[in-house]
């Protein structure tokens, strides 16, 4: 499915949320303070956008020396490698087809670890979690960007009706595929509330778990440190 809609997944992002995702992804990466000296691992990286933004983003002042990408969809990596050499970040961004949930890293070998709209597509985010902690040295942090149900009633019946019956359409109408931006909502509407995922990175060996909802709660931003 990923692989079907690689072709118009970036400009399906940033239509579909009005160009906000680019601010959300700055954000993440701010929140992880980062000095120019890390390695940051970027799991479910799609086609390297939080990778690219990592290395020279909106945050100058916060980036990573270098960033691997893992993904399972090989069309959106081809995709992701493009955008890596049209920035010349070969040398510093590389991308390698793996499983979220069998990470290709060393123990403690990464500073920092993201993901962005990419846990609720694991089979199981908590096998995930547990990789991501281990792919981590002791202190180092990590933020995840996923999608929420804003909670304040007026805003809620709006964005669910959006995001259930104008946001598939919209998307099958770009990408071409049908299942694709059903799939989305589904999605969203079976992963775990903010407060059951942030116990699921405890349980994995995270500490200082937080997290921040953004643009009314249709996206969270979780942080969390390794214990």
């Not at 259930?164 to 770009?174: D, E, F, S």
Request: hydrophobic share 45%; aromatic share 8%; net charge positive.
């Amino acid at each position: 499915m990923f692989d079907a809609i690689a072709p118009r997944y970036d400009l399906l992002n940033h239509v579909l949320s009005a160009g906000i995702d680019r601010r959300w992804r700055a954000r993440a990466i701010r929140s992880l303070g980062l000095t120019g000296r890390e390695t940051l691992l970027d799991v479910c990286t799609g086609t390297a956008d939080v990778a690219l933004e990592a290395r020279h983003g909106r945050s100058q002042a916060s980036h990573a020396a270098r960033v691997v990408g893992v993904d399972f969809a090989a069309a959106m990596l081809a995709f992701g490698r493009r955008k890596v050499r049209d920035a010349d970040e070969q040398g510093r961004i590389t991308l390698v087809r793996g499983d979220a949930a069998n990470l290709p890293v060393r123990d403690g070998s990464v500073d920092a670890v993201t993901v962005a709209f990419g846990i609720r597509n694991v089979e199981r985010p908590e096998r995930a979690c547990v990789e991501m902690a281990r792919a981590l040295r002791r202190g180092g942090r990590l933020a995840i960007l996923e999608f929420g149900v804003p909670r304040l009633p007026g805003i809620s019946t709006l964005y669910l009706w959006y995001f259930k019956y104008l946001l598939p359409r919209v998307g099958r109408m770009v990408s071409g595929h049908t299942a694709a931006y059903s799939y989305l909502p589904a999605s969203v509407g079976t992963f775990p509330t903010p407060a059951a995922f942030m116990a699921i990175l405890e349980q994995a060996g995270f500490t200082n778990v937080r997290a921040d909802s953004l643009t009314l709660g249709i996206v969270y931003l979780y942080m969390a440190e390794k214990a």
